[in-house]
């Protein structure tokens, strides 16, 4: 609930940031200048948001947040599901590959931050530019099939609780496989048409910020590479794995009502609701603002429209970033599993250390009286270890 009600509170301030920016009536969109053609000149408004603190102070915080927490827990998350999670089920191949997802968008974030800091000014190159738009997108449609792939694994346990496990394994690695090579084939449009547009004022290069529209009367075939890209990603990489979340935990929810009637099994069922709240809101508020924005800024852009709304759309995507920081802490809240892997790495026990001490905590009864171990040969160890 906590976190539910601090994205809603962060979602309403980007809201409110935003919504002052797009009022002054401009959108990111630049026009060459006539005197100058390596130039492009944006109106002021456009000019103000450049330089405005949204853009140049509470972007760069947000992002330095998502990489100060992502980088260590996705790190972390990698390392769990790879070296200590010794019984491999598909759950923990697609949380491993959403962490390597979240951890590939993490290690680009300084060239981001950095970009912000400097008065949204790129100094790294068309090329650099590109790979940041690609993992960037990369990873906001990579996260939301591999979240999409955990929904209908949590249903299909319950539904088929006997079904095969090393079968199950061998379709959750070709699944896998064939989301990243489709997110490589998706992302491949993104490197065919430029990023970077340099301002005349501010005296700026900007990366994916400023769409350079070199026909004002007709401005469509400016904009139609990235329409068309977006508009099919948002429909086919977005909503159809939206619509399949939901169904799976319509059925999933169905189905624990079905089979569960004793208080253990509503206790697992408590947990599966609790576990569907996070994901959905995590889904909800990271994903769901950022490709509406996204649809709607293409398709007022391609009309000349100029209040486009990017400024919103910008805020969105620090929503979509903070998916990268909260993914961990989902799988450590939710997996008792996941969290004693977690908790013996960071004392740096080993997995025969570990092992040792499960069989020899196993072979002893707990004393209420003393709040201590006891051995069948009446010796006492503490219960700190």
């Known amino acids: 609930m906590g976190l539910k009600v601090s994205l809603s509170l962060l979602l309403l301030f ?3 940031q935003a919504s002052g920016l ?5 959108g990111y969109a630049g026009f060459e200048d006539p005197v100058d053609s390596g130039r492009v000149i944006v109106d002021e408004a456009a000019s103000q948001t450049l330089k405005s603190n949204l ?4 972007f760069p915080v947000i992002y330095v947040i998502v990489f100060v927490v992502g980088l260590p827990t996705n790190g972390m998350a990698i390392w769990v599901f790879l070296f200590r999670t010794k019984k491999k089920h598909p759950s923990s191949i697609y949380m491993a590959n959403l962490a390597l997802a979240d951890l590939l968008f993490v290690i680009w974030l300084p060239l981001k931050i950095a970009y912000h800091l400097d008065g949204n000014n790129w100094t790294y190159g068309e090329p650099l530019c590109k790979v940041l738009v ?6 906001m449609y ?3 099939l591999f979240i999409a792939c955990l929904s209908v694994q949590r249903y299909w346990v319950v539904a088929h609780p006997l079904s095969q496990q090393r079968k199950n394994n061998k379709v959750a690695i070709g699944v896998c496989v064939a989301i990243w090579a489709f997110i490589w084939l998706t992302t491949t449009p993104l490197y065919l048409y430029d990023h970077t547009a340099k301002l005349k004022d501010p005296n700026v290069t900007t990366c994916h910020d400023v769409s350079v529209i070199h026909d004002p009367l007709n401005p469509f075939p400016s904009v139609q590479h990235p329409f068309y890209y977006f508009i099919f990603m948002a429909t086919v990489v977005f909503l159809v794995p939206c619509v399949v979340i939901v169904v799976s935990y319509v059925l999933l929810l169905r189905a624990l009502g079905n089979c569960m009637v004793d208080s253990t099994a509503a206790k697992k069922r408590q947990k599966a609701v609790v576990l569907i709240v996070l994901v ?3 889904f ?3 994903f769901v603002p950022s490709n509406i924005m996204l649809v709607v800024h293409y398709s007022l852009l391609k009309d000349g429209i100029a209040n486009n709304g990017y400024s919103f759309y910008t805020s969105t995507l620090c929503l979509a970033s903070l998916n990268s920081c909260l993914d961990p802490f989902i799988y450590y809240y939710v997996s008792d599993e996941f969290r004693q892997h977690v908790k013996n790495t960071l004392l740096c026990r080993s997995s025969r250390t570990v092992e040792r001490m499960r069989v020899s905590f196993s072979s002893m009864k707990y004393s209420r009286k003393s709040k ?4 069948e040969s009446g010796n006492t160890q503490s219960s700190s270890c």
């Not at 690609?134 to 990873?139: E, L």
């Not at 201590?372 to 051995?375: D, G, N, R, W």
């Open 142 to 144: 990579c996260s939301v």
């Open 22 to 26: 797009r009022g002054q009536g401009r």
């Open 280 to 282: 959905l809101v995590t």
């Open 134 to 139: 690609g993992f960037f997108y990369g990873n």
């Open 372 to 375: 201590s171990y006891v051995s």
């Open 55 to 58: 853009t140049t102070v509470f």
């Open 284 to 286: 909800l508020v990271c």
């Open 14 to 16: 980007l809201c409110s």
